[in-house]
C-alpha cells in the first residue's frame, strides 16, 4: 500500500520560512515525479512545484518562483517544499502527490497559515 504523510505545516508570520516534509512508503520515490499542490479556501487546488522523474528537472508556480524550493531525500524515500519569504497568499492546505507508471498518489495535507 502507498502511502503519503505531508507534515510541517503551521502559522508562521510574513516573511518567515517553513519546511514542508512528505514521507512516501509502498513505492521507491526515485522512480517517480513529485509535486506538491495547494489550495486555500474558496479556491481550486493549484500546482506550486514539481519534479520529473525523467531528469529532476523543476518547475515553480509563478507566484512561489524564487521563494520556494522542492527536493528530495531518496535514502529516507522523504519529499520537501521548503518555503521562504512566505506571504498571506500562500496560506492553504498542501499537498504532496507522486505519479508514475498510471498511478497518482495524493497525502492528505497540511495547513499552513501566513499572518500579516
Known amino acids: 500500500e502507498v502511502q503519503l504523510q505531508a507534515s510541517g505545516g503551521g502559522l508562521v508570520q510574513a516573511g518567515e520560512s517553513l519546511r514542508l516534509s512528505c514521507a512516501v512508503s509502498g513505492i521507491n520515490l526515485d522512480d517517480y515525479s513529485i509535486g506538491w499542490f495547494r489550495q486555500a479556501p474558496g479556491k481550486e487546488r493549484e500546482g506550486v512545484s514539481c519534479?520529473?522523474?525523467?531528469?529532476?528537472?523543476?518547475f515553480y508556480g509563478d507566484s512561489v518562483k524564487g521563494r520556494f524550493a522542492i527536493s528530495t531525500d531518496n535514502a529516507a524515500n522523504t519529499m520537501f517544499l521548503q518555503m521562504n519569504s512566505l506571504k498571506p497568499e500562500d496560506t492553504a492546505v498542501y499537498y504532496c502527490n507522486v505519479r508514475g507508471f498510471g498511478h497518482v498518489y495524493w497525502g492528505l495535507g497540511t495547513q499552513v497559515t501566513v499572518s500579516s
Open positions: 519534479m520529473s522523474s525523467y531528469d529532476r528537472s523543476t
